[in-house]
């Protein structure tokens, strides 16, 4: 009986899953040569690895600051983790028109702000402008995804024992010891499952660009997934769309799969 | 009991779809794609067609209110020849690609000569395709150069009286000399053609042949990304359209390169520059004429249709003037034939497309190409970069023109 659920899982999966890749894979067969000698993918794989190194570390850095204080005892904690979970809650490409209007050059609240802080004389096109365009999407993708960094992080801290704490602390140990000799070696196995799901997110990036930037200017912002829906859409190019996204979908799953075994296999040393 | 209920519910499905005004049932059901009908023009002139034609349904499907994303719509479905779509109602910009592929037929037969040249004639050139016919124009569209008339005494008629005057006028930030649509994407070809064209310069000669990269050309986008932080503002390179219709409606732009919708919208009630802006084409250097990128979207007959007599029918019907009339009237569209721009009624309510139709009749189609879509992306990559500094204005053309012809010899 238990292999007939595994034999219905496993034909569902191959029907949705398996033959449609295999179908998309076998069909972009003859390009693959081509997508090694693709200038433009040059370019926007640097574009995508330089979002990804940048948002990545960022998100992990504040989500493992937020983890820890959300993890402390303090009145009202419940609430207070209800609200630094909306960003994540928020649909990406709504959130993404309001950071759009929050950038904008004439009217725009970063301006205002910056304006009258006396940061700037006057308004800045954010958007308008390669490095600041960039560094524009990287911040709203953190302020986005840093909460989903935090909610794993923070069950990786709630399963750690208080005990070890306790024992840590009966040795002597301070607060920064504690932290590194017990809360990152377990945290871990966290760390390594954010940094697997983030990079692969990441380096799919598709929708936030989409309607901040739409790649510009200069393709500054043009990532791979952006590329991708170019030509299979917009060049209707389906073989060698194909051809790309077989090749993306494998340097993806390595990325992540390298990094994600790097920060697990750490802990075990 | 399980059964009668589905029975149930389809019978009330069935029901719903039949009784959508006067429709009848058992007729073939002709359909076509357009952004919502928010004017309501599509649904009179449907109903029209339906009374005078009771064995025929016509169906509009209100799709999503961006071009590309009705594009990819009509484009999947094309290529899956599902029948969803007897007729295409498309933009100028398909046209090669959609012929190219193989999925409208040709209209050669059906709309012989005569009847061509009531129609504007750029229009008809954007909707042929190697010789032959795939589009019947119903609305049309151009960019121009919108100016505040209590400001600026006659409109410029060359780059650099556009450029001198803007900077003698503007004020910035509260008044900004020139707005245009300068974000990487297809609005960007839009304006940039423009000031090629003015410049005399062009993407491609007559044989198809890459001819961008000449020195007017240079010169042309040297002018354009020279606006740039100095008459109109550095944001201009995130732009679009409705960008840069706030800022020069709020009265905050003594110039604008935009589409004759902002007309309607810059003029109403409440607008604070009501009554004080005009439209003329859009400059060029001397020795050279104005001209204007070509939009507009006209009816296609889909290779798949079903039903394609009823359904050439209904574009027949749909594109004679009384009906292009009506979708002007509901909505603001431009007609795309040349009587209606002396039609009393008209003119009595757009005074100014008297103006119009001269900017009309310069209007010229973007590169006619299946692979337009690519080749405009390549002129808004290097187009952007020079607008952003990225780039020197001769890297950019050079460069733009090698990306042209790597994709044309492709």
Same mark, same amino acid.
């Given at each position: 009986?238990?292999?007939?659920?595994?034999?219905?899982?496993?034909?569902?999966?191959?029907?949705?899953?398996?033959?449609?890749?295999?179908?998309?894979?076998?069909?972009?067969?003859?390009?693959?040569?081509?997508?090694?000698?693709?200038?433009?993918?040059?370019?926007?794989?640097?574009?995508?690895?330089?979002?990804?190194?940048?948002?990545?570390?960022?998100?992990?850095?504040?989500?493992?600051?937020?983890?820890?204080?959300?993890?402390?005892?303090?009145?009202?904690?419940?609430?207070?983790?209800?609200?630094?979970?909306?960003?994540?809650?928020?649909?990406?490409?709504?959130?993404?028109?309001?950071?759009?209007?929050?950038?904008?050059?004439?009217?725009?609240?970063?301006?205002?702000?910056?304006?009258?802080?006396?940061?700037?004389?006057?308004?800045?096109?954010?958007?308008?402008?390669?490095?600041?365009?960039?560094?524009?999407?990287?911040?709203?993708?953190?302020?986005?995804?840093?909460?989903?960094?935090?909610?794993?992080?923070?069950?990786?801290?709630?399963?750690?024992?208080?005990?070890?704490?306790?024992?840590?602390?009966?040795?002597?140990?301070?607060?920064?010891?504690?932290?590194?000799?017990?809360?990152?070696?377990?945290?871990?196995?966290?760390?390594?499952?954010?940094?697997?799901?983030?990079?692969?997110?990441?380096?799919?990036?598709?929708?936030?660009?989409?309607?901040?930037?739409?790649?510009?200017?200069?393709?500054?912002?043009?990532?791979?997934?952006?590329?991708?829906?170019?030509?299979?859409?917009?060049?209707?190019?389906?073989?060698?769309?194909?051809?790309?996204?077989?090749?993306?979908?494998?340097?993806?799953?390595?990325?992540?799969?390298?990094?994600?075994?790097?920060?697990?296999?750490?802990?075990?040393? | 009991?399980?059964?009668?209920?589905?029975?149930?519910?389809?019978?009330?499905?069935?029901?719903?779809?039949?009784?959508?005004?006067?429709?009848?049932?058992?007729?073939?059901?002709?359909?076509?794609?357009?952004?919502?009908?928010?004017?309501?023009?599509?649904?009179?002139?449907?109903?029209?067609?339906?009374?005078?034609?009771?064995?025929?349904?016509?169906?509009?499907?209100?799709?999503?209110?961006?071009?590309?994303?009705?594009?990819?719509?009509?484009?999947?479905?094309?290529?899956?020849?599902?029948?969803?779509?007897?007729?295409?109602?498309?933009?100028?910009?398909?046209?090669?690609?959609?012929?190219?592929?193989?999925?409208?037929?040709?209209?050669?037969?059906?709309?012989?000569? /005569?009847?061509?040249?009531?129609?504007?004639?750029?229009?008809?050139?954007?909707?042929?395709?190697?010789?032959?016919?795939?589009?019947?124009?119903?609305?049309?569209?151009? %960019?121009?150069?919108?100016?505040?008339?209590?400001?600026?005494?006659?409109?410029?008629?060359?780059?650099?009286?556009?450029? $001198?005057?803007?900077?003698?006028?503007?004020?910035?930030?509260?008044?900004?000399?020139?707005?245009?649509?300068?974000?990487?994407?297809?609005?960007?070809?839009?304006?940039?053609?423009? /000031?090629?064209?003015?410049?005399?310069?062009?993407?491609?000669?007559?044989?198809?042949?890459?001819?961008?990269?000449?020195?007017?050309?240079?010169?042309?986008?040297?002018?354009?990304?020279?606006?740039?932080?100095? @008459?109109?503002?550095?944001?201009?390179?995130?732009?679009?359209?409705?960008?840069?219709?706030?800022?020069?409606?709020?009265?905050?732009? @003594?110039?604008?390169?935009?589409?004759?919708?902002?007309?309607?919208?810059?003029?109403?009630?409440?607008?604070?520059?009501?009554?004080?802006?005009?439209?003329?084409?859009?400059?060029? /250097?001397?020795?050279?004429?104005?001209?204007?990128?070509?939009?507009?979207? %006209?009816?296609?007959?889909?290779?798949?249709?079903?039903?394609?007599?009823? $359904?050439?029918?209904?574009?027949?019907?749909?594109?004679?003037?009384?009906?292009?009339?009506?979708?002007?009237?509901?909505?603001?569209?431009?007609?795309?034939?040349?009587?209606?721009?002396?039609?009393?009624?008209?003119?009595?309510?757009?005074?100014?497309?008297?103006?119009?139709?001269?900017?009309?009749?310069? $209007?010229?189609?973007?590169?006619?190409?299946?692979?337009?879509?690519?080749?405009?992306?390549?002129?808004? @990559?290097?187009?952007?970069?020079?607008?952003?500094?990225?780039?020197?204005?001769?890297?950019?053309?050079?460069?733009?023109?090698?990306? @042209?012809?790597?994709?044309?010899?492709?």
């Amino acid at each position: 009986m238990s292999y007939g659920y595994v034999a219905l899982a496993a034909v569902l999966l191959i029907c949705v899953i398996a033959l449609p890749l295999a179908v998309a894979l076998v069909g972009g067969a003859t390009h693959y040569g081509e997508v090694f000698s693709d200038r433009e993918l040059g370019k926007v794989a640097f574009n995508t690895a330089a979002f990804a190194f940048a948002s990545v570390s960022l998100e992990m850095c504040l989500g493992l600051l937020f983890a820890i204080v959300l993890h402390q005892t303090f009145l009202l904690r419940g609430i207070v983790r209800a609200i630094a979970l909306i960003p994540w809650a928020l649909p990406t490409a709504v959130m993404a028109m309001s950071w759009k209007w929050i950038f904008n050059d004439s009217y725009g609240v970063a301006n205002d702000l910056a304006i009258r802080l006396s940061l700037v004389g006057h308004g800045i096109a954010w958007l308008g402008r390669p490095g600041a365009a960039f560094a524009a999407i990287v911040l709203a993708d953190v302020w986005k995804t840093t909460p989903f960094v935090t909610i794993i992080l923070l069950a990786g801290l709630q399963s750690i024992p208080r005990d070890l704490y306790d024992a840590m602390s009966i040795d002597g140990a301070g607060p920064l010891q504690r932290f590194r000799l017990v809360t990152l070696p377990l945290l871990r196995p966290s760390i390594a499952l954010a940094l697997t799901f983030r990079l692969i997110q990441a380096i799919g990036i598709f929708d936030l660009v989409r309607v901040m930037t739409g790649g510009g200017p200069a393709d500054s912002t043009k990532t791979v997934a952006l590329y991708i829906y170019d030509v299979l859409i917009s060049y209707g190019m389906p073989e060698y769309g194909a051809a790309l996204t077989g090749v993306v979908a494998l340097a993806t799953f390595l990325v992540a799969a390298t990094f994600g075994a790097l920060a697990r296999g750490r802990a075990r040393a | 009991m399980l059964m009668k209920r589905w029975a149930l519910l389809g019978t009330a499905i069935a029901l719903m779809a039949t009784a959508a005004c006067g429709k009848t049932a058992g007729a073939p059901i002709v359909r076509f794609l357009d952004r919502p009908d928010t004017g309501g023009g599509w649904k009179e002139i449907i109903s029209e067609f339906e009374a005078a034609n009771p064995d025929i349904n016509v169906e509009l499907v209100e799709g999503p209110a961006s071009t590309n994303a009705r594009e990819d719509m009509y484009s999947l479905s094309l290529s899956a020849a599902d029948g969803t779509y007897d007729i295409v109602y498309m933009d100028v910009i398909w046209v090669p690609k959609f012929a190219a592929r193989g999925w409208l037929q040709s209209l050669d037969h059906r709309l012989p000569p /005569v009847e061509r040249e009531k129609f504007l004639p750029g229009d008809i050139r954007g909707s042929t395709y190697q010789g032959s016919l795939y589009r019947v124009p119903m609305r049309s569209d151009a %960019g121009m150069l919108y100016y505040r008339t209590d400001l600026v005494a006659k409109p410029p008629e060359t780059f650099e009286e556009l450029a $001198a005057t803007a900077r003698r006028l503007q004020k910035p930030p509260e008044l900004w000399g020139v707005v245009f649509q300068g974000q990487q994407y297809e609005g960007l070809v839009c304006a940039f053609l423009e /000031v090629l064209w003015g410049f005399g310069a062009d993407v491609l000669d007559a044989d198809g042949n890459v001819v961008l990269d000449s020195p007017e050309a240079v010169r042309a986008l040297t002018w354009l990304s020279g606006l740039v932080g100095d @008459v109109a503002p550095g944001g201009v390179t995130t732009y679009q359209e409705e960008d840069a219709r706030h800022l020069f409606q709020e009265g905050h732009a @003594v110039f604008m390169r935009n589409w004759p919708y902002v007309w309607t919208l810059a003029q109403q009630v409440g607008s604070p520059v009501a009554g004080k802006i005009g439209i003329a084409p859009m400059p060029h /250097v001397p020795g050279q004429r104005g001209a204007a990128t070509l939009g507009g979207w %006209g009816f296609g007959l889909a290779k798949s249709a079903r039903h394609p007599e009823a $359904a050439w029918r209904f574009i027949a019907f749909a594109t004679q003037p009384e009906q292009q009339k009506i979708l002007h009237l509901r909505g603001g569209a431009i007609p795309a034939r040349r009587d209606l721009f002396r039609d009393p009624e008209i003119l009595k309510a757009s005074p100014y497309y008297s103006d119009l139709y001269r900017i009309l009749l310069a $209007a010229r189609p973007r590169p006619v190409h299946p692979k337009y879509a690519q080749i405009s992306n390549a002129i808004q @990559v290097h187009v952007s970069a020079a607008l952003v500094g990225a780039e020197s204005p001769d890297e950019a053309i050079k460069r733009a023109a090698q990306e @042209v012809r790597g994709i044309l010899g492709r």
